[in-house]
């Protein structure tokens, strides 16, 4: 964070490439757009920028501002309300100044390693003190930048992989259309694989697709990634010494498989009416479908898809268990979970929240406790192991009122 000298000794221009001010309060749009230009670091500075909200774009001078937290709050929202996309890393602090003029609040924003980023749909950049929208060769060059950069395993290519590995209309007609705005469709005239690589789904360096390209349009995903699948396992018990009553395996691409999940658990939650008074009854179930559907996503998007081990969905007589290969990731611990959250694969964090199922980052786990308790089950117990990530949701108490 920068101190109140630093904030002094920023350039005094009108809005250099790495400051944008502002007086007002509730304009999220103009928040947004900033907060995605400074993430895009079109000039390659390696430098955070700062949003200042209090002071005048045109005289840097503060308004006199006070600082609510209900403000603070709206603006730490900015990176995980799914708008920006991949999630931008950003701090919100105040500067109370000392000459008594009032309160400077900073949104301080770090280049992406991921770019280009997109604020619903559109890469917005800095060119010197000015926002705007990237034209095609600027998000060539974002694009050439987050491939030489590439880290994590959803970003790098898939040896071996072609284009013609992909079921390319399930991008065109079913993902594309959620990604990118209409308008940028309608003006583009790069090839399929600019298209996909300007989404981190193809290395146009390598000709190959991504390991997230191949997780969401793959033609034939467990020729690839034979273990990127979900097993169900339904126990007549509650040991894995019990019987098996059922099985089956979800598996294929993320957007067909993330379908069948969702419909699926709305089939092993016994929903059932239950009797309050002797003209009312009530509709109960031993699991809440929202927090089992979340909890599912969560192992699903965080799993380790190096990892020799499919997700584990096993259901006995008295619990649901999720065990996802890979344990914690990044900033993540168990002191801090699920406050904190980095994400091993944070090109499918994207993909997941554009086609819905994710809506917001880092709350799928406070969401799935809150629909427990609403629904009278205990709260969801995590287990953190050095090759694993667990968690147990025990059957709602027979005769609990709701």
């Known amino acids: 964070m920068i101190s109140e000298s630093e904030l002094l000794q920023l350039p005094n221009d009108l809005e250099s490439f790495r400051v944008e001010r502002t007086v007002s309060t509730d304009d999220k749009g103009k928040f947004n757009e900033a907060v995605c230009a400074f993430a895009n670091d079109m000039p390659a500075s390696k430098l955070p920028g700062y949003l200042l909200i209090g002071a005048d ?31 931008p890393a950003i701090t919100v602090y105040k500067i109370s100044l000392s000459s008594g003029e009032g309160d400077i609040v900073i ?33 060539a060059i974002l694009t050439e930048r987050r491939t030489a950069a590439a880290r994590t395993f959803d970003a790098q290519p898939c040896a071996g992989a072609t284009v013609s590995d992909l079921a390319l209309d399930l991008f065109t007609s079913t993902y594309r259309p ?24 193809f290395d146009v360096t390598r000709g190959q697709p991504t390991n997230a390209g191949l997780i969401l349009f793959a033609k034939d995903l467990a020729n690839w990634l034979p273990n990127a699948y979900v097993q169900y396992v339904r126990f007549d018990g509650s040991t894995v010494a019990d019987d098996v009553l059922s099985e089956k395996r979800f598996q294929g691409d993320l957007l067909t498989m993330g379908r069948e999940l969702s419909s699926f658990v709305g089939l092993i939650t016994n929903h059932r009416p239950v009797r309050t008074s002797p003209l009312q009854e009530i509709t109960v179930s031993d699991y809440p479908e929202v927090a089992i559907r979340e909890l599912l996503m969560n192992a699903v998007l965080h799993r380790s898809y190096e990892a020799p081990s499919p997700v584990r969905f096993y259901q006995y007589s008295d619990r649901i268990e999720i065990q996802n290969p890979g344990p914690l990731y990044g900033l993540a611990r168990p002191e801090n979970f699920p406050t904190a959250t980095s994400y091993r694969n944070p090109v499918l964090a994207e993909a997941m929240k554009t086609l819905g199922f994710v809506n917001r980052f880092g709350r799928g786990v ?32 027979f005769g609990m009122r709701a």
């Open 57 to 87: 774009d045109k005289t840097g001078k503060p308004n006199g501002l006070k600082a609510t937290d209900n403000l603070m709050t709206q603006l730490g929202g900015l990176a995980l309300d799914g708008n920006i996309l991949p999630s």
């Open 107 to 139: 949104v301080e924003v770090q280049p992406s390693d991921l770019p280009p980023v997109r604020y619903k749909g559109r890469t917005w950049i800095r060119r010197t003190a000015q926002k705007a929208v990237a034209n095609q060769t600027e998000e």
């Open 178 to 201: 959620y990604a990118i705005d209409a308008e940028t469709i309608a003006e583009n005239h790069r090839s399929i694989e600019q298209q996909l690589a300007s989404l981190r789904f």
């Open 366 to 397: 406070i969401k799935a406790q809150a629909a427990l308790k609403r629904n009278g089950n205990p709260p969801a117990e995590f287990n953190f192991g050095d090759l694993h990530f667990g968690v147990t949701i025990r059957v709602r108490p």
